[in-house]
């Protein structure tokens, strides 16, 4: 099993990046995923989850900022992130929660 995440970068304030997550080795469309991040010195969080019937669930610090979504079709997971802020600046995972497939994670910094 593999979650392999891209898409992250650096911009300003205000800017947009689009993660994407894709997945091999198992069944994408029937799992629930997610993305967490983690901040320099702090534990990781959630950010948006995602289930397989597509109930989707944000991070107050995020709501209508970021949109997550998939494409089972090409298993990948999506995050769509506008109106960046600097602190949301960490490494980005995607994972499919309560299982232990985790992806390598990919950095976002964005600068005031």
């Known amino acids: 099993v593999q979650l392999q995440a891209s898409g992250g970068g650096s911009v300003q304030a205000g800017g947009s990046l689009r993660l994407s997550c894709v997945a091999s080795?198992?069944?994408?469309?029937?799992?629930?995923m997610a993305w967490y991040r983690q901040p320099a010195w702090k534990e990781r969080e959630l950010v948006a989850s995602l289930t397989a019937s597509r109930i989707t669930d944000y991070a107050d610090s995020v709501k209508g900022r970021f949109t997550i979504s998939r494409d089972n079709a090409k298993n990948t997971l999506y995050l769509q992130m506008n109106n960046l802020k600097p602190e949301d600046t960490a490494v980005y995972y995607c994972?499919?929660?309560?299982?232990?497939?985790w992806g390598q994670g990919t950095q976002v910094t964005v600068s005031s």
């Open positions: 080795g198992i069944i994408f469309s029937i799992y629930d």
């Open positions: 994972t499919a929660p309560r299982t232990r497939y």
